[in-house]
């Protein structure tokens, strides 16, 4: 059987030809058939395997060298450093996103009450995590937080119970904005990241794990983007802010489509600060604010 150590290395060899983060992927897996933090982990590096774990490991390490997603296998994700429950009906909260929350709390600071909407909620990641931030900071936070998929709604409650969210936050299983009426707008800020890949391009394999409707949108992936560019900024309150996230490859598209180019200067297009800049955030400023998108 051997050690804890050698169990992680023979876990990252099994996983090298599939993962591009075999040792770390390695060290989730065994945390989870060990029952361990990942700290506690680190420190019984020599400490005997024992067998029954190990052999729980091994079928784990299997998985994802069949391309499962960690996230998948152990059931959850890290998100703005809180754990996110995650299930295959759910999109795998990605790091990027994060950066789409602290947009969100940048541009609401200084505000004693903040109503907030999050459209495509799939986890709960960004409505538990605002509602979370906003609270921390003492600020008066409710939200609505909005999904098509009834199993991802679930999950999204589980995690705003299980993380303390779930009286500042309203589930609703609706269609983006098709009814209006049980939202109780009018918003300080919406936040919203729709699926946008295109379908008709080639995608990652690993892709094929995740819920098709919560990564593929028609329209080259901008139909869903672009009917909340069509109908959220109507729902913002008096100096309220719209803030969608995408591809970065879409900066290019979405800047020229009628939705962007009939907002005019109430839009703002930008991306991330790393080099490979993944995503482009559309910042919107509600009509009232023509000169105040946020900076
Ligand atoms: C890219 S995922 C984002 C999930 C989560 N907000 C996150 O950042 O991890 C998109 C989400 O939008 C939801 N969705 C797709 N079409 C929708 C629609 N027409 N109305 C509402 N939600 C929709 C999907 O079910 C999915 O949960």
New binding site residues.
Partial sequence: MGSVGEALREGERALEATSTSARLDAELLLCHALSLGRTQLLSRLRDDCPADPFYAYQALVNRRRAGEPVAYIVGEREFFGRRFLVTPS??I??PE?ELLVEEALRVVAGKTRVSFL??????G??AVTLALELARRGVAAQGVA????AD?LVVAQSNAQALGAAERISFVE???LSQPERLSPPFDIIVA???YVDPSEPSPPELAFE?Q???YSDGQGLH?AREILRTAPELLAHQGTLLLEVGAKKRQQLSGCPEVVALGARVRLFGDDSPHDRFTVVAVAAADEASAVPE
């Fill in positions: 759910v999109l909260p990605r996103s999050d459209l495509g909620t799939g986890s990641c960004l909005v999904d098509i998929s991802a609706t269609s983006w990241n729709p699926p819920p409707g919560a990564l869903d």
